[in-house]
Antibody
Framework: QVQLQESGPGLVKPSQTLSLTCTVS??????????WSWIRQPAGKGLEWIGR???????NYNPSLKSRVTISVDTSKNQFSLKLSSVTAADTAVYYC??????????????WGQGTMVTVSS | SSELTQDPAVSVALGQTVRITCQGD??????ASWYQQKPGQAPVLVIY???NRPSGIPDRFSGSSSGNTASLTITGAQAEDEADYYC????????????FGGGTKLTVL
């Protein structure tokens, strides 16, 4: 079955760019009508959707983060990536990648990575 | 609107039925999906669409919707159901955004 695994630095300095990659295994990132999303969760707080990408390269971003976020996909490596620029301590969180399906009736995130903790600190 | 509102905490006696609610304008247009999250773990999808359960989710979990409110019902709550529950919906404002509720901490007494 499809599995997702996040990878990247666990510590990022303020004002720098956070970069994470999600590797999809057990299936092709290009199969099915799925989007591929990033979601984060600060310690003790709720979930915040960051954005998503389709394998065509089409993206949607959370308006609150849009100016700092770039999500890209590499279908040859079965991976998609997140870049968040100009980070501050407020960006410290567990970052999840997830498979997303949505249509005219609703949405769902059916497969999640285990999450990776990213701390922003000097 | 881009907000989904959940009660911060709900409790239920072992074996009883509990309803967790989620309110928001977007729920008039879209079904909610529901996620269970236990400490230190990633969220798990438990309900989506009108009332659909992914494979492996017990049938004591069910979903419903009316107006601007979506509900997750656990019939015969078990100790292992103690967790945080989040609702999620598409944003109905047309900006292709996903929205999560603030989460409900379910305690099984």
């Amino acid at each position: 079955q499809v599995q997702l695994q996040e990878s990247g630095p666990g510590l990022v300095k303020p004002s720098q760019t956070l970069s994470l990659t999600c590797t999809v295994s057990g299936g092709s990132i290009s199969s099915g009508s799925y989007y591929w999303s990033w979601i984060r969760q600060p310690a003790g707080k709720g979930l915040e959707w960051i954005g998503r990408i389709y394998t065509s390269g089409s993206t949607n971003y959370n308006p609150s983060l849009k100016s700092r976020v770039t999500i890209s996909v590499d279908t040859s490596k079965n991976q998609f990536s997140l870049k968040l620029s100009s980070v501050t301590a407020a960006d410290t969180a567990v970052y999840y990648c997830a498979r997303n399906y949505y249509d005219s009736s609703g949405t769902l995130f059916d497969i999640w990575g285990q999450g990776t903790m990213v701390t922003v600190s000097s | 609107s881009s907000e989904l509102t959940q009660d911060p905490a709900v409790s239920v006696a072992l074996g009883q039925t509990v309803r967790i609610t989620c309110q928001g304008d977007s729920l008039r247009s879209y079904y909610a999906s529901w996620y269970q999250q236990k400490p230190g773990q990633a969220p798990v999808l438990v309900i989506y669409g009108k009332n659909n359960r992914p494979s492996g989710i017990p049938d004591r979990f069910s979903g419903s919707s009316s107006g601007n409110t979506a509900s997750l019902t656990i019939t015969g709550a078990q100790a292992e159901d103690e967790a945080d529950y989040y609702c999620n919906s598409r944003d109905s404002s047309g900006n292709h955004r996903e929205v999560f509720g603030g989460g409900t901490k379910l305690t099984v007494l």
